[in-house]
């Protein structure tokens, strides 16, 4: 309900950097995935962690103190 409408195209001209010609067409719905993530991280934790990959490690570190934040 909330996203809109997408209107396929195709288009029949190869893409040379693809393999076997193809375009790629899986990655946009990934694009949204780390944000929304460092956000929640950010709502649960009280702070915010600007670096990614958003690790255990890194949280960890950034919940020690400020000085150790990434």
């Known amino acids: 309900m909330d996203t809109p409408e997408i209107v396929p195209i195709i ?3 190869p893409f040379d950097e ?3 010609g193809a375009k790629g067409i899986g990655e946009p719905p990934l694009i949204a995935v780390a944000p929304a993530v460092a956000n929640a ?3 649960a934790l009280g702070l915010r962690i600007r ?3 958003l ?3 890194k ?3 950034s919940l020690a103190g400020p ?3 990434p």
């Open 41 to 43: 991280a950010a709502n």
């Open 67 to 69: 000085e150790n934040r």
């Open 18 to 20: 693809g393999p076997y």
């Open 51 to 53: 670096v990614l990959p």
């Open 55 to 57: 690790s255990p490690e």
């Open 59 to 61: 949280i960890l570190q």
């Open 11 to 13: 288009v029949e001209e």
